[in-house]
């Protein structure tokens, strides 16, 4: 059982960076830069939002406030990123500074008292909150995607009106 909340956290925030890579893929450059009105973010604007709060939360994770003094937070919701691979450099930089503390966080760290915006939490409630965070992000990612992508999207689940056929594989698999 040692380290399995670890192993598992990891394992969730990597299927939320799949979906959102699945996601980039199905759309346009054009498409990523779509905001629906003004009032809301763009593919882009999310992922600049996300690097800022990743860089922040995740940088001395243990030891300083996860809101860092040289975050700028309403920045990152201004269309600074204008190319996809300034958007995927910076998807991927918030991932692995991410990725990289939790993989280097033993059980005994979870209980340890982590701070962001000066408010006391266990690191593994600091963790579970940061999950909960990117994976808002990553569903409306994934959201923008499907109205971008419109008839040509391709499921990143059970595709609509498959349910059957994919528990049918499910029992299929486990039988044989």
């Known amino acids: ?3 399995e909340f670890l192993t598992c956290i990891i394992k969730r925030f990597t299927n939320y960076k799949t ?17 629906p009105n003004e009032e809301s973010n763009s593919v882009a604007m999310i992922v600049q939002h996300m690097h800022g709060n990743m860089m922040s939360r995740w940088t001395d994770f243990l030891t300083t406030d ?11 919701f201004e269309q600074l990123i204008n190319d996809r691979d300034t958007m995927i450099k ?36 600091a963790i579970l909150r940061q999950l909960a ?10 959201y923008l995607g499907k109205i971008c992508a419109d008839k040509n ?11 059957r056929e994919f528990n049918d594989q499910l029992l299929k698999g486990k039988k044989g």
């Not at 979906?19 to 905001?35: R, Y």
């Not at 996860?66 to 990152?76: I, P, V």
């Not at 993989?103 to 701070?115: I, M, N, P, W």
């Open 153 to 163: 999207w391709n499921s990143l689940s059970i595709p609509r009106n498959k349910s």
């Open 133 to 142: 965070h990117y994976s808002y992000h990553v569903g409306q990612i994934v």
């Open 66 to 76: 996860g809101e860092k003094e040289w975050r700028e937070r309403d920045k990152e």
């Open 1 to 3: 059982m040692e380290n």
């Open 19 to 35: 979906l959102g890579e699945k996601t980039f893929s199905q759309v346009s450059d054009e498409q990523l830069f779509f905001q």
């Open 90 to 125: 910076r998807w991927n930089e918030g991932w692995d500074c991410l990725l990289s503390a939790l993989g280097g966080l033993s059980e005994k760290d979870l209980l340890k008292t982590v701070f962001i915006r000066q408010e006391p939490l266990s690191a593994m409630d």
